[in-house]
């Protein structure tokens, strides 16, 4: 026993795979075809998906948010996880990756759910913040250029509603965030990211280790 966090070793991982994982043929088509990719390292884990997918059934969600959709996955496991009547605002600048993504919302009978802008997610979310939109939407998740993550938060916080969760990926970064002797710009970007959530007073906080990081915040009432 510990009360450490384990670490997986791939039997370990395998193991929490088939005694967790219930993933949609879909979404299992959808990530065979992305880890042929050639920015596969971009798709998140299975686990991750499912565990964003409970986390919106637990809020009730309707309206939600996607900073960076790469080829799809994460928007699909959240609107999977919607009602009929919820929507996915996913925010990307790549016409040939969410051309993949579009493929599997069609096949999935999702596509009407997602309401893709393919333009710079920081403009887009200005517009929706222009437009009235803020403290509507019940999550967001963010995964997108690491150097703008204090933009993508800051206007997230502001479309959340209070009481609603924002997600955020890669805050591990797999594990050069902890090593002095990793001094690149988007590792200390994330540290710097990390540092500043963990005093902000407007969220409750969690940061999770799964797959690469998962950073839970919670807009406060």
Known sequence: MTNQTLTLDDRLYRYLLDHSVKEAAV???LRQET???PMAQMQIAPEQGQLMALLVQLLGAKKTLEVGVFTGYSALVVALALPPDGRVVACDVS????????RYWQQA?????IDLH???AADTLDQLIAAGQTDSFDFAFIDADKSSYPTYYEQALKLVRPGGLIAIDNVLWSG???DPATQDNRTKAIRAFNAAL???DRIVLSLVPIADGLTLALKRS
């Not at 016409?95 to 579009?102: L, R």
């Not at 009978?109 to 759910?113: F, T």
């Open 27 to 29: 979404l299992r088509a």
């Open 35 to 37: 880890a042929q990719h």
């Open 95 to 102: 016409a040939e990756y969410t051309a993949i993504a579009q």
């Open 109 to 113: 009978g999702v596509a009407d759910k």
């Open 118 to 120: 393919l333009a710079p």
């Open 176 to 178: 050069r965030v902890a």
């Open 198 to 200: 963990y005093q902000d």
